[in-house]
């Protein structure tokens, strides 16, 4: 049997880091289902075998494409497709990745302005009104879950906000939420919505879903030079055909399916819960050990925890004893805030019995 976590020579280190996270035997196995071409009936089935299950992740009736790329090429690919010559853009930031999307913006000629707030504050959705009201924004990105802050806007809010202004386009990503907390992409009238699957859904990275609406593909239509690979229009158009503009990263399909499978049979709630539950554990620890959380209170991710570290210690000394002693790894803070945080990642597939684990670990080489 192909065991890929098995290496004789050196043994595995386990990730707990926010991206990319630990991948299951199981899902290395269906990436190893031998190949189709992308243009026949098994592809073909496989596609549409797949679309209702994203829906229901999605929560929504709009399709839910697939990009052979990291997230980044549908955020890019979003902001190309939906904001028309003479247009602006708004880039809500609180953190690295939203921060980046701006110079994204900026790099492709897109008229950009910004809603900006600390790293580790939310975005809020009064701040987001002032701003719209100054009109002739045809876009607004929002990241929901700042992977690098371990903060979560509160999206809801944004998004009913942003619903008042019928021109606005309103691009969420949920690269580190999608299938750790709810989002639905119906109720909540987004118009893409975007993940990348190396995160929550616990592939490997180089691929990307994104649930687009009729509205978007209707702007879609009328900007000029969204160029091939991103383009929304030949996603459609494909999508009827149970199929993708370019041969797709075949085996990444083939993964998603299985975990997809194991995510409906979980159940989406219980899904949920479990990652809940592991979140809930993880700051207990971090609040018995003295330790505070990054993000403002109320706004702490689910799906990771991003902890101050308010007790000085020398953060990569510790996670070095922690992957020669126990073969894992946690993160030891994003860009300008490495050192000062440390982040737990606890989305995927752990549980409540490898997070207790992990913690114990932590504990145990917390101090040399
Ligand atoms: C990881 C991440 C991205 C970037 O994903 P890539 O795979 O590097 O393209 C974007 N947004 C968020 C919130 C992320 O966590």
Redesign the pocket.
Known sequence: MYRPLENFVTKHIKLFI??PIEVSDKTFRAFTTPMVGHRGASFQELYADLQPKLQQLFYTKNPVLLSTS????I?EGAIRNLVRPGKKLLCCMNGA?SDKWFDVAQSNGISVEKVQVAWGQPIEAHLVEAKLQEGGFDAITV?H???STGTMSPLTDIAAIVRKFPETMLIV?T??SLSVVPVKMDELGLDVMLA?T??ALALP?GMSVFGVSARAFERAKTVPNRGYYFDFMEFQKNHEKNMTPATPSIPHIFALQSKMNEILEEGLDRRFARHMAMAQMTRQWVASHGFKLFPKAGFESVSLSCVANSHNIDVAAWIKRLKERYFCIIDGGYGKLKGATFRISHMGDETLHTISQLLKWLEDTLES
């Open positions: 926010p991206g990291s997230a980044w090429g955020m990745f990241i879950n700042e992977t990503d690269v580190s990348g190396q995160k990275p």
